[in-house]
């Protein structure tokens, strides 16, 4: 049992390039999230999904897209990099929405902008 | 505005100590808060969690206290053991937000042996 899987682990881009960061969890999770984490300031929420096709906006959610056909998937797309996005992107899933059952979390991609 | 504050960027412990983390909020429509452990190069995984409802939650080592008239909670760890050096981050949710957690700023706490 994987759990939440993120792939690329590490990633350097160019500004102004596009990529996707893939997630995928394997425990039939309705809800999955999108978080960055930055020095300082924690983990903040940029996309979420309480259901294939369905997703919704985050605190942070400017310069990056998303989409959800099928439970297994949520990637995080950057649709023009910036230096800014410089960050530690964590992907995370749980089973209900109810506040009271934790998210899992994936290992985290580090993705750097030159 | 952070809705979720750790004042303390780091503790340092002796093992065999108490280890106390603290955690401030100022939404009061938040239902739940997390407590979640993360080590170097790895994703932040569950550690226990409590409900608005009550005021204390108890997981061995592992109790949170929750003063909801001050908005302030804290976990105690008891004993310290080197393997609980890592940063910890307090979260919280309303009612049916498990998906949108509003994390605090994380302390370092290293247990010294």
């Known amino acids: 049992n994987a759990g939440v899987t993120q792939t690329p682990k590490f990633q350097v881009l160019k500004t102004g390039q596009s990529m996707t960061l893939q997630c995928a969890q394997d425990?039939?999770?309705?809800?999955m999230s999108w978080y960055r984490q930055d020095p300082g300031m924690g983990l903040r929420l940029i996309h979420y999904?309480?259901?294939?096709?369905?997703?919704d906006q985050g605190e942070v959610p400017n310069g990056y897209n998303v989409s959800r056909s099928t439970t297994e998937d949520f990637p995080l797309r950057l649709l023009s990099a910036a230096p800014s996005q410089t960050s530690v992107y964590f992907c995370?899933?749980?089973?209900?929405?109810?506040?009271?059952?934790?998210?899992?979390f994936g290992d985290g991609t580090r993705l750097s902008i030159l | 505005d952070q809705q979720v504050k750790q004042n303390s960027p780091s503790l340092s412990v002796q093992e065999g100590r108490i280890s106390i983390l603290n955690c401030d909020y100022t939404?009061?429509?938040?239902?739940?808060f997390l407590w979640y452990k993360k080590y170097p190069a790895e994703g932040p995984t569950f550690l226990i969690s409590?409900?608005?409802?009550?005021d204390k939650n108890e997981d061995g080592r592992f109790t949170v206290f929750l003063n909801k008239s001050a908005k302030h909670l804290s976990l105690h760890i008891v004993p310290s053991q080197p393997g609980d050096s890592a940063v910890y981050f307090c979260?919280?949710?309303?009612?049916?937000?498990?998906?949108?957690?509003?994390f605090g700023q994380g302390t370092r706490l290293t247990i010294n042996p």
């Open positions: 939404n009061s429509m938040f239902d739940y």
């Open positions: 995370a899933s749980s089973s209900s929405g109810w506040g009271n059952q934790p998210q899992h």
């Open positions: 999904s309480v259901g294939a096709g369905i997703t």
């Open positions: 409590i409900s608005s409802i009550k």
């Open positions: 425990m039939n999770h309705e809800y």
């Open positions: 979260a919280a949710s309303e009612i049916q937000g498990a998906q949108k957690l509003v």
